[in-house]
């Protein structure tokens, strides 16, 4: 069974940082395209960040560029999002998604990805 778990989501203070990992089973993450994405209560999915094995391409969404950024390890099946400088606008469940062999560019929609993971909260608040 293909399946992504998200962990490290959690509580943190205004200014905090976290990681988040997303493990992937039954599959190999290697030739796949990893998405975040996060939604806040009565907001829509938001796509943060992106990372291609097609092209080796990646995005980060103006909202969160330079505060996160995604990483991944073929070699333990996981991708990663660290999360610096976190602030009360932050608060969301927090998602990871695959897509296999796509570049990142033109994949900001989370209508284009295959695989999704069940979400992990983060709150930031003091």
């Known amino acids: 069974q293909l399946q992504l778990v998200e962990s490290g989501g959690g509580l943190v203070q205004p200014g905090g940082s976290l990681t988040l990992s997303c493990a992937a089973s039954g599959f190999t993450l290697s030739g796949y395209t990893v998405g975040w994405f996060r939604q806040a209560p009565g907001e829509g999915r938001e796509a943060l960040s992106c990372s291609s094995d097609r092209d080796g391409s990646s995005n980060t969404a103006d909202s969160v560029k330079g505060r996160f950024t995604i990483s991944r390890d073929n070699a333990k099946n996981t991708a990663y999002l660290q999360m610096n400088s976190l602030k009360s606008e932050d608060t969301a469940v927090y998602y990871c998604?695959?897509?296999?062999?796509?570049?990142?560019?033109?994949?900001?929609?989370?209508?284009?990805?295959?695989?999704w993971g069940q979400g992990t909260q983060v709150t930031v608040s003091s």
């Open positions: 998604a695959a897509l296999y062999w796509s570049s990142c560019v033109g994949k900001e929609g989370s209508h284009y990805y295959d695989y």
